[in-house]
């Protein structure tokens, strides 16, 4: 029998059922941590999806922002309808809501602005560019917290700012420095001005400087292709800028260009995707180089002593000395024989034409274009002699006519040089050479203008586009010393300015290569 004594010992030993004790002592603090973590991950999820109507409020609204007449009201309504079937976990009326503003201003739970910083508050639907959207506050109610009567629930809300961002697609991405940053380009006043566009040199930029805009993961077939191919799979380029330069400027990349005027340089390496006629030359392709025959093998396509070629230095386009102000009726070849002529440079870019100054120095296009860089002609050039040659006992329909115009012409007349029988150096007029036909026109690019080369280094820094320029590919690439000791530029692309680009699409548009593209975009 167990003696009251050892009963009593044996209770104070007794461990089993001690863990309950300790259990009924934590269950205050364990059941509010529970609390805290459930009710804390359910005011999480409600402020999320509250940001997520607020952005897609935000979104929707931005669309309509296109400064026709309506915009801010229409979006206001597209905000307010967007988000009122969303509900919450929130308490009472968990739906989200966007009150109705349609004013053009900056007041209200529904905020329109100018500018992408808000330090310029809209006044109508033309200067209405970015919308800030507010939601309607929502409460959530704590499940487990408000046992003790202290955390009743917690009021929310969320406000998302958006803009509509414009791209410029289908474009060969080529850039530009441009002549004065500190003014608009303004191509409607340099309409016809011929532009020397030269490489970059080094890590610094300069006007008339001219790079490549990078595509896809900046791989150089990427930039071939986006330049050779007449449809191929060109990256959109955000109107305002934001993408980086490419520095450094493969020949390759000339070669593409090229088969815009039927040469065929570079087809068995990077540029093998034209032999199947996805790079076709323009219609017109008129220019200064010229071919022994009309036979297509071997080298008969490229720039070849058996294809594509220089006429001899005494039988090309020399422009005497000028003085900037002759009448465009002048034949200003020196001597007057000439094999082939494509459009020309602006006079004032050759120097042959630009005689010496006092200090031994040539005059140069800055001379007589007000001051700019001398890669920026004036617009004056051979067309007398152009015609004389191309078009002999035909006049000009118009003297003043750019050379974008006189090759229009040619086009609506189908009266393109085309000596194939005349002497030994002869003149192609038509595409000869590089299969397949395009819908658009390849001697006309789009190029962007930029605004910020001073600060461009390397390709480290995005570019800000000015405008968007149409301009004509005058004459194609070809680096020889006579040449260049003339005024053509080693790497040198040569062109007119046409017009301010058409970046809207549509059957309005002149260059179809140039969709715009316009994407609303959260900025916060």
Sequence with gaps: MVSARNLLNRFRREERGAVAATYALAIIPLVAMAGVGMDYARLMGMDSELQNGADQAALAAATQLDGKTGACSRAATAAVSLVSNLSLLASGNSAVTVPSETTCDAMGQVRFYRDKAKTQAANSDATARYVEVDVNAKTVDYALLPVTGLLPGADLDATAFAGLGSAICRVPPLMMCSPDPTRPFNAASKKGM???MTGQGGNSWAPGDFGFLEVGQGQLSQLVDALALDTGSLKCAPIDGGTDPETGNAQVLFAAINTRFDIGDGNGGQLSVCNTGSCPPARNTVKDLVKPDASLGNNACRQHGSGWQLPPVGRRF???????TEALTTLFDADGVIDAIGATRDLCHYNSYNPLKADGTRFSCSD???GLSEKFGDGRWAISDYFRINHPGVSPPNINMTRYEVYL????NNNMPYNAAAGVNRQFGRPLCLPGTSTIDRRVLTIAVVKNCDAIRGGSTAVEVDEWVDMFLVEP????????????????VYMEVIREAAVGGGAGNPTPQAIRKDVPY???
């Design 194 to 196: 011929g532009v020397r």
């Design 522 to 524: 959260l900025i916060e």
């Design 477 to 492: 690439i070809v680096d020889d010393p006579t040449e260049i000791a003339n005024g053509r530029v080693r790497d040198g």
């Design 409 to 412: 012409w040619e086009l609506a």
């Design 318 to 324: 020399r422009p005497g000395p000028g003085n900037g």
């Design 368 to 370: 007589y274009n007000g």
